[in-house]
């Protein structure tokens, strides 16, 4: 099956830095990844859609600035949460489609990131 | 009105029941949808995705989409303490690249 994985699994920084959070596909090449947020209890909300060779394109409400996403191959996106501030500690979770599959609509999700900001 | 949306729960069956899950949607051109597990602290995890009208049956698994009435419903057979999570309810809509999550139900398989 299709696997995704992120780097890293968890982060604690301090308040003012910045953190890249890594997706990547493993065994396939994904055009289109999709970059979400959780807070507890509470369901995903899709940050942005991250399209290989081009600009990503955000949510209304999610700052371009502070989220910096980069999809520079067909199997690696990045998040970069810049100048990180407590209220970004969240459960950021990617999730990938595998455009060559006869089923293009499914996405396999990563197993997530746990940014603490302190 | 939420574009996706289903209970909260959360849900209680005792271990063997079925679990009946229900979810709605707005967008009466969505043409994907896609059931899927999380755990706690976990991402979540494909279940069944249905494109059809009708049930998909996928081993204690099975799925029930009616376009018209805008809604999709999973059931759980010989539920098992291990199927206690959240279940998340994801529907493409007509934008393609864009699939909406429900704020999901908890269900809980008491043993």
């Known amino acids: 099956g299709a696997v995704v994985s992120q780097h890293p699994s968890w982060v604690i920084c301090k308040s003012g830095t910045s953190v890249k959070i890594e997706c990547r596909s493993l065994d396939f090449q994904a055009t289109t990844m999709f970059w979400y947020r959780q807070f507890p209890k509470q369901s995903l909300m899709l940050m942005a859609t991250s399209n290989e060779g081009s600009k990503a394109t955000y949510e209304q409400g999610v700052e371009k600035d502070k989220f910096l996403i980069n999809h520079a191959s067909l199997t690696l996106s990045t998040l970069t949460v810049t100048s990180a501030h407590p209220e970004d500690s969240s459960f950021y979770i990617c999730?990938?489609?595998?455009?060559?599959?006869?089923?293009?609509?499914?996405?396999?999700f990563g197993p997530g990131t746990r940014l603490t900001v302190l | 009105q939420k574009e996706v949306e289903q209970n909260s729960g959360p849900l209680s069956v005792p271990e063997g029941a079925i679990a009946s899950l229900n979810c709605t949607y707005s967008d009466r051109g969505s043409q994907s949808f896609f059931w899927y597990r999380q755990y706690s602290g976990k991402s979540p995890e494909l279940i069944m995705s249905i494109y059809s009208n009708g049930d998909k049956e996928d081993g204690r698994f099975t799925a029930q989409l009616n376009k018209a009435s805008q809604y999709v419903s999973l059931l759980i057979r010989d539920s098992q303490p291990s199927d206690s999570a959240t279940y998340l309810c994801a529907v493409r809509g007509a934008s393609y690249d864009k699939v909406i999550f429900g704020p999901g139900t908890s269900l809980s398989v008491i043993p």
């Open positions: 999730s990938a489609r595998d455009h060559l599959a006869s089923s293009t609509d499914t996405q396999y």
